[in-house]
Every structure is written in C-alpha cells, then in structure tokens.
Nanobody, 123 residues
Framework: QVQLIESGGGLVEAGGSLRLSCVASGRTFNNYPMAWFRQAPGKEREYIAATFRGTFYTDSVKGRFTISRDDDRNTVFLQMNNLKPEDTAVYYC???????????????????WGQGTQVTVSS
C-alpha cells in the first residue's frame, strides 16, 4: 500500500520559515514527478510546486518556497521562507507515476496524495 506522510507544519509568525517533508512508502518515486499543493478554508486545492527533471513553481511562491527531493530517502521537501498570512492552508504532498506531464498544476496528474499538514501564519 502506497502512503505519503507529510510533516513539518505548524504555527509561525509572518516572515518566518517552515520546512515540510513528505516521505513515501510502498513504492519508490525516484524519477517520477512529485509536487506540493495547498488548500485554504473555503478554497480549491491549488498547486504550489513540482519536481521532476527540474523544479517548477506557481508565481505566488517563486523566490520564497523551494522544492527539493532526496530520492535515496523517497522524500520530497518544501522549504518555505518569508511566510505570509495568505500562505495559511493545509499542505498536501502528491506523487505521480507518469513520466510525461504537460501541466504540473493539474491534480488529476497525481495518483497518490498525503493526508496533509496544517500551516498557519499569524500576522
């Protein structure tokens, strides 16, 4: 059974930093796309960043967030700096088994999802 387990969320003041981790088990995602999404209360789940033969970001987090991966540990990270209150959301890790993705922001491209970790940024 494939599982993605996120950790590292919490409460932080605006301008602070957090580092999220997502560990995959049940299969390896080496050389497959992995991504982070987030969902704020009352809003749709939105794409943040992906990693697969490069790194890709949505505009709102460019220069503040960094996605990285450790394939030896089957883990993907999201380093979040200069956090803002509007970054408050539940953050989800996602993994795909597709080698060719045109649009990394589409949720339908990812077969596996974590349970989410809460990030709250106070003003």
């Amino acid at each position: 059974q494939v599982q993605l387990i996120e950790s590292g969320g919490g409460l932080v003041e605006a301008g602070g930093s957090l580092r999220l981790s997502c560990v995959a088990s049940g299969r390896t995602f080496n050389n497959y796309p992995m991504a982070w999404f987030r969902q704020a209360p009352g809003k749709e789940r939105e794409y943040i960043a992906a990693t697969f033969r490069g790194t890709f970001y949505t505009d709102s987090v460019k220069g503040r967030f960094t996605i990285s991966r450790d394939d030896d540990r089957n883990t993907v990270f999201l380093q979040m700096n200069n956090l803002k209150p509007e970054d408050t959301a539940v953050y989800y890790c996602a993994a795909s088994t597709r080698w060719y993705i045109v649009d990394y922001s589409l949720r339908s491209n990812y077969e596996y999802w974590g349970q989410g970790t809460q990030v709250t940024v106070s003003s």
